[in-house]
């Protein structure tokens, strides 16, 4: 059942080191906040699954929380590379990082395999591609009444899925819409699911069929504003590019990167003041001129 | 960024977006990668094929966004779409469903038979360069009806031999990809800068069937890592009309303004 908590203690009650962790959310609703937090507690070890890496990722593994990476696609979204996620793979910075590659069908296919409590999910997919030749969880079988090839992949099953939601009622429901990537496969294949969300309300006011994790499915609710910059959450705040394009310059050096996540996240103590110290690098950017986030 | 011929007033890039766009016909449904193909995708729904149905692959069907997207996940094709479905369900039900007439992808490194690299340069396991990866590509290439494939043209990114099939096209010509199973035809275009490049068959490799206005053929020649050929007949490119052109323009200049661009 929903528990209402604070992000720290949903975090160390949840995230353990070398954990499968899932954080969602298809170019919206990236659970970022949480992704500080997870850093801020310096958690290790982790095999981290997305299809979509993002920044959110690039910051992890720049900070040396992730031994292993399942994704589908590992850009900035927009802008160009991950820095951050080819210096682990190019250069074993901060440390090596294993990477088990997807196509988006394939991930998604494996999320919904989780979701189904299925070993695995069938798709035309990965023809001709050599993915399936550097990823084991991706292999070829026999249709038992058309013999047709189709591909199957290795469900996902993370003991910990953490989205990010606009709204939950007081009792831990969560309504989301917009885009809405993968988050309820997600949720429904992990042991755990934490939700942060922009607000908590009395009445979700949605259809009966709106997209809703109901709160017997959620481990713990977390409110927290603003939790899915740079990235957006529809009817909120609209995504941040301009940070985006900034994440290029900061993570593409390593002392630029560290200083960055020094002052930002490992010296704050928490989502607020996160928000304020960057709230006051943008203004001194903005006075000057800078793209600096 | 390519510089403006001073003999046109048009750039090689916006030639080529406008060979893409006019590609696409009114009505076809389009699954559209983000950039040089959401740009030509989004040009021909202002222009000639005002019922386009644009596809991403973050959910939403039927975006008409008004500016460009910077991601293939900006609120702005959300709110525009006819509908927004989820992730399994745009390439479960809708691609491998068989309801995508043209699949719309770039890539870092192309061949002669239209394979597709944007996984690594260099051997997997030890990158020279790591690229983002796969993304909806493979199944894009396989399930759309077909496929158009648009990139710059160099010597380096028209290989003879790609470092890793990330997307299929023709593998090594003639039935090789008639013998996987595809349920798509494959690519039946590649569009660049410099021309437009078909699959001959019966080997499907391609060959230059259209060349933009101004571009000779030793340029093309210089710009293919393999012995390109060209088509019997390879006539110009027909050049950007003005209101091509026009609304090319207003469309990036809108995104470059929502994205805090010059």
Redesign the interface.
Known sequence: MAERMSLREAISGYVTDGATVAMEG???LIPFAAGYEVIRQRRRDLTLIR??PDVIYDQLIGAGCARRLI?????N???G??HR??DA??HGWPQPLELL??????L??A??AGAEHLPFAV?????????PR?NDDIRFIRCPFTD??LAAVRAVQPDVTIIHAQKADRKGNVLLW?????Q??AALAARHTIVTVEEIVDDLGAWPNAALLPAWIVSAICEVPGGAHPS?A?GYY??D??F??AWDAIARDRQTFQAWLQRHVLDTADYAEFSRVLGETQAVAGAEGT?AP | MTTPDSSQDYTASEMMTITAARLLKNGMSCFVGIGLPSLAANLARLTHAPDLVLIYESGPIGAKPRVLPLSIGDGELAETADTIVATPEIFRYWLQGGHIDVGFLGAAQIDRFGNLNTTVIGPYDQPKVRLPGAGGAPEIAGSARQVFVMLRQSARAFVPKLDFITSVGYLDGGDARARLGLTGAGPVAIITDLCVLEPEPPSHEFVVTSIHPGVTRERIVAATGWPIRFAATAPTTEPPSEAELRTLRELQQRGGAAHGEG
Do not use: C
């Open positions: 298809f170019t919206h299809m979509t994704f589908s696609w590992g850009g979204p927009g802008v590379s991950l996620l080819r793979v190019e590659e997807h196509s988006h069908a394939g998604a296919s999320y919904v798709l035309r997919g990965y023809a001709g591609s050599d993915l550097y047709e090839e917009g885009i809405l990537g993968v309820k496969e957006y529809q609209e995504r590019n301009r985006y394009q793209a």
